[in-house]
């Protein structure tokens, strides 16, 4: 079935509501944040005490149950405010493996509490030095031992792992070598982090060209009880991955907002910003650039649109996931490439807030998932070309 893309905007109630919260949190607080590398739990709060990230979770969890296409509503206009959600997006959606593949017990013991904003949900452990883009060579290591498991290994790129009480953890338990497909004998496990930092975790913060709070997670012998496991054991491959189009599709949402964002300010600036007697912006050698910044932007939209439309309708998206991420990143990282150029040397003032929200926008290209993996998902998954690997 073809996603039907309807021309009003269902969500402007939404919208509005969330751009009036954020018009409380100024350029000066994001700028400050970004200077002092601090985490912006005002924010975070005040999303949090308005229901803004417990949308996806159903009502009978206290959540609001509503869709996708809300939670893409939510995160735009939090990036076309000049803020940045990249600070709690993954609240969104890493509940999403625990509402989909845990059981009613899990369910029942974190759901309402993330939803009250009492528990946070905020990490997301699947990344390691050793493996890269390539998932399945993982070598985080769980090992049953009795009513818990042991688990020893390291992760890399682990965002908000300092801001969260809980982490989703993807580990091996079973090795590579004695399953019959790679991406077998690969758990999801959820780590209760209080408590354990200092008591088989280690987590160091990695200082990256955005305010991220990044970081390194050692686990020494970490022991989670065997009730943490998500669905069965060695399935957890499948479990992640289907939480990933989710992931891509509210992280293109917000590049669509960081895009809105670089073209609104281009745009005035070109039609104030005077020089050899008038406007930059009546030179289409400056003009011509945003025009194509919107251009893409608009088309990047829709297909951010008709990957949330299919995942709400619970049909297949995986291709529509990835190309709404490609092609918003890619939209937003251009947009904010001709923002600077327009604002010339102001756009690199911190003033301006253009250099952050640039640097900020730029990490969406490479991560969750890099431009190069996605294209060879379409070539070889969409359009049936051979696999390189
Ligand atoms: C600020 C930040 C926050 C992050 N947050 C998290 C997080 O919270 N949780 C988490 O688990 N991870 C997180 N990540 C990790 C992120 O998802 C990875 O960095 C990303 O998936 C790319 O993996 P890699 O860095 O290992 O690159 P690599 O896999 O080493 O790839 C390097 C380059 O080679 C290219 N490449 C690799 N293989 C191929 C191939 N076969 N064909 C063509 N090109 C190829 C890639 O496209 C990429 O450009 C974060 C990263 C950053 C920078």
Redesign the pocket.
């Known amino acids: 079935m073809d996603a039907q893309l309807s021309i009003d905007d269902p969500y402007t109630e939404i919208r509005d509501a969330v751009a009036h919260l954020c018009a409380g949190y100024s350029a000066e607080y994001w700028r400050e944040l970004d200077k002092a590398r601090r985490y912006p739990t005002e924010f975070v709060q005040a999303l949090n005490e308005s229901g803004y990230l417990a949308v996806l979770i159903p009502e009978q969890y206290g959540g609001s149950g509503l869709d996708l296409g809300a939670a893409c509503a939510i995160l735009e206009e939090i990036q076309k405010s000049g803020g940045n959600g990249g600070a709690c997006h993954a609240q969104m959606y890493t509940m999403g493996t625990l509402l989909r593949h845990g059981s009613d017990e899990q369910k029942s013991r974190y759901l309402p509490r993330i939803a009250a904003g009492e528990l946070r949900l905020q990490a997301?452990?699947?990344?390691e030095p050793g493996s890269?883009?390539d998932t399945t060579r993982i070598r985080t290591r769980a090992q049953r031992q009795g009513d818990h498991y042991v688990i020893n290994g390291q992760?890399i790129?682990?965002?908000r792992a300092e801001h969260s009480d809980l982490m989703i953890l993807l580990a091996r338990t079973t090795p590579r070598d004695q399953v019959g497909k790679r991406s077998g004998g690969l758990s999801v496990f959820i780590v209760d982090l209080r408590g354990a930092v200092g008591n088989g975790i280690t987590i160091r913060p990695i200082d990256?060209m955005m305010n991220?709070a990044?970081t390194e997670v050692f686990f020494e012998d970490l022991k989670v009880p065997a009730e943490n496991l998500i669905g069965k054991e060695g399935e957890g491959f499948r479990y992640i991955l289907d939480g990933m189009n989710a992931e891509r599709i509210l992280i293109a949402a917000e590049c669509i907002g960081d895009a809105r964002w670089f073209i609104e300010k281009a745009s005035n600036y070109a039609s104030e910003r005077e020089v050899f007697g008038r406007p930059i912006g009546a030179n289409q050698g400056v003009q011509f650039p945003i025009a194509r910044a919107y251009a893409q932007t608009e088309a990047a939209a829709l297909m951010v649109s008709k990957a949330a439309t299919l995942f709400d309708a619970q049909e297949r998206c995986g291709a529509e996931a990835n190309m709404a991420k490609m092609l918003a990143s890619d939209a937003s990282w251009f947009a904010g490439d001709t923002c600077i150029q327009t604002f010339g040397g102001y756009g690199f003032a911190t003033e301006y807030d253009i250099e952050r929200k640039f640097r900020e926008t730029c990490?969406y290209r490479?991560?969750?998932?890099?431009?190069?993996?996605i294209l060879?998902h379409i070539g070889t998954h969409v359009l049936g070309m051979p696999k390189?690997?």
């Open positions: 997301f452990g699947v990344t890269g883009s992760k790129f682990i965002s990256t991220h990044s990490l490479v991560a969750p998932v890099s431009t190069n993996l060879s390189s690997f």
